[in-house]
């Protein structure tokens, strides 16, 4: 039966002698099978998680008027507050269902006019609009620009684990993702009280964009992944983050690697009244990326399936879709 594995990545990041071989192929056999699994050894504070969930939570007990004030002024501004009744990712699939019980906030590295400008090519407007920031709470912004940091310097260090995996050189996809456009998110899942509508969900059935994505989440149940058409729970690993395959990587590995359907559910009992952070860091490539299929990926009896694409104007275009299916 498939299930969701523990890649531990410590020996690796710490050059131990044939870690990185081993945890490559670790990494390769929960790609190939069910496109999750939970990374451990990753060396990010826990100190800085827990911080990260408690400031986001003061955040979104704010007063509705005053997270508003920071939500996007326009469909083409992904940054900001986005509140109830705004998102239904089961939408993205063409699915009727009703709108997410759960709020958020997202930000990017382009507050720094330099990095926005390197970054910037024909097109990326969107993609590399400066932060919206909240007044409240003042420690907020500090403590998400140190866990983006983190974060961003973790996938630095996972990226050759990847190349590995996939039989490539170690500095394989440094030029690729060099001005890379990862995005940070909260989400904030409120307590259920009382019986919710029909099919709603704390997050509706989708897969992630990007490359990749690397989750941090209160131990709490409610995550769930679409293998062998059963819905299974990902595992909480305390410490751990549930890393999780995007349609880009899919396309880039020729669908050797697998973007996996996951949803978040509301969990029975006691759990449901309880509320729930977690904080995805979706990792993709530079705007002007060419995502052609890595040529190992490539054999006599699996020719190349996509046509090269713009990584950020591929990403674009399905956010539009999605924006456009919930109108």
Known sequence: M??????????????????????AAALDAACT?????????????????????????KFFCLPF???????????????GYLGMDTTSLAATLGNEAPPDLC????????????????????????????NLWPENPAELRPVL?????????????LLPIFAGAL????????????????????????????????????????????????????????LQILLDDNWVDVPAVPGGFVVNLGDLMARWTNDRWVSTLHRVVIPDG???????MSVPY????????LIETIPTTVTTSRPSRYEPVISGKWITAKSMSMLEDQE
């Open 65 to 79: 008027e005053e997270k508003q004030r920071v939500a996007p002024p326009g469909p083409e501004h992904y940054r």
């Open 167 to 222: 039989d490539l050189p170690s500095t394989w996809f440094d030029d690729k993702v060099a001005e890379h456009t990862a995005l940070l998110l909260l989400n904030w899942y409120p307590p259920v009280s009382g019986a919710a509508r029909p099919a709603q969900l704390r997050r509706g059935a989708h897969t992630d964009y990007g490359a990749f994505t690397i989750v941090a989440a209160e131990q709490i149940p409610g």
């Open 33 to 57: 099978t069910s496109g999750f699994f939970v990374l451990t050894g990753h060396g990010v504070p826990s100190e800085l998680v827990e911080e990260v969930m408690a400031q986001g939570r």
């Open 103 to 130: 709020e958020s906030f997202n930000i990017n590295r382009f507050d720094d006019p330099a990095v926005r400008s390197r970054a910037y090519v024909e097109g990326a407007e969107a993609a590399v609009h400066p």
């Open 282 to 289: 979706f990792f993709q490539p530079s705007y002007g990326a």
């Open 2 to 23: 498939i299930s969701v594995p523990t890649v531990d990545i410590g020996p690796a990041l710490a050059g131990e002698p044939g870690a990185v071989a081993r945890a």
């Open 145 to 157: 620009e140190r866990y983006y940091a983190e974060m961003e310097q973790l996938c630095v260090g």
């Open 270 to 276: 006691a759990d449901q009244e309880r509320d729930r």
